[in-house]
T-cell receptor
């Protein structure tokens, strides 16, 4: 089965960009890459997703490597409210399962 | 308001006493799923349903049952709970199933914290 690997934790200063990496070297050709975040005491919430091309939305950008074996979630200007656990997830098209990594805990310093 | 609801939010029970955690969504979503979250292990998928009467196992289905008799509801059943099922459980739904479905946004419920003594 495909899996994702993320650093356990990262720190960023407020108002600075943050690049959260994810490795998914066993990804299949039609697996989607999703990012969710989980604020304290809440369920995960959607951030962004993509298949092959880089994606932008109001929350973040997703940069997908050309070979799709890794991706990076980019928060352009981190705020204190962005402190959360960020999960990189594969939507496994062959099985219709979702495979979560263990997530990266992002700490934002004022 | 579009949402996924779970009940109960907190539950303490004893080993072997059957329990059901309900999940309901009001968005007419096809795909529904249950996850458990444990420290150091992240979220792991227990079961998922691609539509009414269609369910399949996720990565950690042992000790759990599900049913999907109506589109909006997807209860999680623990026939004989054990202490290793103590966890935080999340239900989620997304609009479509199928090949493109795994590209859909999932909406998560608020979670159910279960303690099995």
């Amino acid at each position: 089965d495909a899996k994702t690997t993320q650093p356990n934790s990262m720190e960023s200063n407020e108002e600075e960009p943050v690049h959260l990496p994810c490795n998914h070297s066993t990804i299949s050709g039609t697996d989607y890459i999703h990012w969710y975040r989980q604020l304290p005491s809440q369920g995960p919430e959607y951030v962004i997703h993509g298949l092959t091309s880089n994606v932008n939305n109001r929350m973040a950008s997703l940069a997908i490597a050309e070979d799709r074996k890794s991706s990076t979630l980019i928060l352009h200007r981190a705020t204190l409210r962005d402190a959360a656990v960020y999960y990189c997830i594969l939507g496994a098209s062959g099985t219709y399962k979702y495979i979560f990594g263990t997530g990266t805990r992002l700490k934002v310093l004022a | 308001e579009a949402q996924v609801t779970q009940n109960p939010r907190y539950l303490i029970t004893v080993t072997g006493k059957k329990l059901t955690v309900t999940c309901s969504q009001n968005m007419n979503h096809e795909y529904m799923s249950w996850y458990r979250q444990d420290p150091g292990l992240g979220l792991r998928q227990i079961y998922y349903s691609m539509n009414v009467e269609v369910t399949d196992k996720g990565d950690v289905p042992e000790g759990y049952k599900v049913s999907r008799k109506e589109k909006r509801n997807f209860p999680l059943i623990l026939e004989s709970p054990s202490p290793n099922q103590t966890s935080l459980y999340f239900c989620a739904s997304s609009l479509r199933s199928g090949l493109a479905g795994v590209g859909e946004t999932q909406y998560f419920g608020p979670g159910t914290r279960l303690l099995v003594l």
